[in-house]
């Protein structure tokens, strides 16, 4: 009775024509896999053959990104050139959210210009209206360059298809062993050997500006550190202490690399080399063995591996106060080999998940462990520059391949191997 | 008390005295005597005669005398009862007259009065059916209104009661499943995202506008939400019409970081 009469009140306090009620959704999570674009080959406007498709680079990179799902080209009912050409109503029924349009062009000095549009189908927007000149030999760069605007665009992530990956290569049978250290496009072509050794070669790890790679080699007998430039191909031995040298990783300025040494008495603990003036400083002091150091993105403090606990977990060492070094990881009996996202805020780690090493991401603040990978023995994870996915190493069909998995561990794929075992990846920064 | 009793005595001491006089005057005045008739001079006729015959003559004179003075008599009381009866046929007719004059303003009063009660009769049936029409027309109005906030509260209390509220919940989730499959959340979304977008809908389910309201996220989450929205139209049909909403607010708020 109560209610009814408040009901009466509050029908009576209601306007007239009460005021639109609105129903309100939660929406919590993104279910859709991927965007649907279609990446329409561009138009030829010069002499002779088309030098290099733009748009099956451009397709082949966002499809390889797992983020996107390219319209075949052979489904395609039109192949317009320019935005205004584009019939909103006709990629909707194709069930298309995105549509790349453009041009290539030869100009007068011999160049080339790739001119492209990307227009939002929902909307009918034009997102994007550029023109990029290349060389005929940087067509293909250019287009990554392409790729990485859509991607940018539409994901608000900076695109790392114009990035480069760097990677271990073991030939040959157990007796004659082949160690290469290899780079390639972040698509898995343009390879390039860096160094090439008998003996082992392993921990690549870039320079902050994509110049140069600090890696270990054992080519002198016994493992020491070097820096080498890639352009020019030299190199320079940083680190041969006696006992391990190992596990090179650049401060985020590029003066420093944080290097696991065991020097004389044996015991591996993290230093801070300064690579202008062979300065060394301890960091940590532990009679268990400290390795694999990695630097955090604001250079102000470095994770690595110990197992002081018994067991190998991640620490952090605050590099201006000298306090002991903080425990991050407790979820699980193994972490080991942890690299920082670019914004800082998660670790990349080697987990042992029921009885297999995989891929997990760890939350530096909190410790919080998600395992990403599902493999048997995984490795040696690295974020790429947009922190978006993580590169490893793993096994297929008894062969070390490499393979990437989205940093929220929705997308994974093995790239295409080339010959051989495959070990060690490291993504590089951002390259332009 | 007696000083104020004295003010009173007098005044009825007067009424009396003028009662008096007024009675005085009015007696008088009904017993002022009428004014007679005027006496008519008879004319006399005389011829000389000798004394014998005078004697006989003044005998029969004498005898013609009386006669004629009883003649004179007779005639002067023929003429004072015709004057009389003349008077009283006269006062007969002043007084039909009078009497006809009375019944001719009575009649005239009368049909005055008819007259006027007819007007007033009919200005008051004519008020009584404008009140009576008046009042219907404000009983229907009233039902009327009473319906209307008859069938809000029935809305109102539908909408509340139980079976309702989890039919709508059911319809936002339908909605929220709806929605969610179709957007791509771009990485580097999370918990800290909130994303309000208001979306038109018409029925049927079509989505014929949006527009955002607070928003925390980028270009590209915008744009993500924005084809989100337009590959979700239609959006799903409630399970029940009255829960139908022009208006649809949805919020963009990811309960996991996207990475």
């Given at each position: ?34 965007v ?38 052979s ?12 019939d ?34 929902a ?85 902050p ?11 002198s007998?016994?493992?020491a ?35 696991a ?11 801070l080399?300064?690579?202008?003036t062979?300065?060394?400083?301890r ?47 407790f ?11 670019p ?8 987990t ?76 590089s920064?951002?390259?332009? | ?16 005295a ?5 009675a ?11 004014p ?6 008879l ?15 003044s ?31 006269e ?11 009375e019944r001719?303003?009575?009649e ?13 009769e ?33 809305v ?9 509220q989890?039919l ?9 499943a709806?929605?969610?499959q ?11 995202l909130?994303c309000?977008?208001?979306v ?11 527009r ?35 208006e ?12």
């Amino acid at each position: 009775m109560f209610r009814r009469v408040l009901l009466i009140f509050a029908a009576l306090a209601l306007p007239v024509h009460p005021a639109a009620a609105q129903l309100t959704v939660q929406i919590l999570r993104g279910m859709a896999e991927s965007v649907p674009i279609a990446v329409i080959p561009l138009a030829w406007e010069g002499p002779g053959a088309v030098p290099w498709d733009v748009a099956a680079t451009v397709q082949a990179d966002l499809e390889r990104s797992g983020r996107f799902r390219p319209l075949p080209r052979s489904q395609m009912l039109e192949l317009p050139h320019a935005a205004d050409a584009v019939d909103v109503s006709d990629w909707r029924m194709l069930k298309v959210d995105y549509v790349l349009v453009g041009r290539l062009s030869q100009l007068p000095d011999g160049r080339f210009e790739v001119r492209y549009e990307l227009v939002s189908i929902a909307s009918g927007q034009r997102l994007l209206g550029t023109a990029l000149p290349a060389d005929r030999n940087a067509l293909k760069q250019a287009s990554h360059r392409v790729a990485d605007a859509i991607y940018e665009r539409i994901l608000g992530v900076r695109g790392a298809f114009s990035t480069r990956i760097a990677y271990v290569a073991v030939d040959g049978p157990a007796t004659a062993r082949g160690y290469r250290l290899i780079v390639t496009d972040a698509d898995g072509a343009n390879e390039r050997v860096v160094f090439a050794s008998p003996e082992p070669i392993m921990s690549p790890a870039w320079s902050p500006d994509g110049r140069s790679l600090a890696y270990v080699s054992f080519h002198s007998g016994l493992p020491a550190i070097y820096v080498q430039t890639l352009r020019t191909g030299d190199q320079v031995r940083v680190s041969a202490r006696s006992g391990i040298n190992g596990a090179p990783s650049y401060s985020p300025d590029g003066t420093q690399l944080a290097v696991a040494l065991s020097r004389r008495d044996g015991n591996v603990d993290v230093y801070l080399l300064t690579l202008a003036t062979q300065e060394l400083r301890r960091l940590t002091d532990d009679a268990a063995i400290d390795t694999e150091p990695t630097w955090a993105p604001d250079g102000r403090s470095i994770y690595f591996t110990s197992d002081r606990a018994g067991a190998p977990q991640i620490y952090r060492q605050d590099l201006a106060t000298g306090e002991r070094p903080q425990r991050i990881t407790f979820d699980g009996g193994y972490n080991a080999r942890p690299r920082v996202s670019p914004d800082g805020r998660e670790l990349a780690v080697v987990t042992l998940d029921r009885g297999a090493y995989r891929i997990a991401a760890v939350d530096a603040q909190r410790g919080g462990l998600r395992v990403l990978t599902n493999g048997r023995l995984d490795e040696s994870p690295s974020y790429s520059p947009n922190g978006a996915d993580i590169i490893y190493a793993t096994r297929d069909g008894g062969r070390g391949v490499l393979a990437i998995v989205s940093s929220d561990g929705r997308i994974q794929q093995h790239l295409a191997a080339s010959a051989g075992e495959v070990r060690e990846p490291a993504w590089s920064p951002f390259l332009n | 008390m007696s000083a104020s009793t004295r003010p009173g005595i007098a005044p009825i001491g007067w009424s009396i005295a003028l009662h008096a006089v007024i009675a005085g005057f009015l007696y008088l005045g009904l017993s002022l005597p009428r004014p007679e008739a005027p006496v008519m001079p008879l004319p006399i006729e005389a011829v000389v005669v000798d004394q014998a015959i005078l004697q006989a003559a003044s005998s029969q004179r004498r005898e013609d005398d009386r006669r004629m003075a009883q003649e004179r008599q007779r005639e002067a009381a023929a003429v004072e009862a015709r004057r009389a009866e003349a008077e009283r046929l006269e006062q007969q007719e002043a007084r039909r007259r009078n009497e006809e004059q009375e019944r001719l303003a009575a009649e005239q009063k009368a049909r005055a009065d008819a007259k006027r009660k007819a007007e007033q009769e009919a200005a008051a049936k004519a008020k009584a059916d404008a009140d009576r029409k008046r009042s219907a027309q404000d009983a229907r109005l009233r039902q009327q209104r009473e319906a209307d906030l008859r069938a809000r509260l029935a809305v109102e209390e539908e909408r509340t009661s139980a079976g309702f509220q989890s039919l709508k919940a059911s319809y936002v989730q339908a909605i929220q499943a709806h929605v969610e499959q179709r957007w791509f959340e771009p990485p580097g979304t999370g918990p800290g995202l909130s994303c309000t977008v208001f979306v038109s809908q018409i029925p049927g389910g079509e989505v014929v506008g949006m527009r955002f309201g607070s928003c925390n996220g980028g270009a590209a989450v915008r744009q993500s939400i924005e084809t989100a929205v337009r590959n979700a139209s239609p959006l799903p049909a409630p399970p029940e019409p009255a829960l139908f909403e022009r208006e649809v607010r949805l919020i963009f708020t990811p309960k996991e970081s996207r990475r």
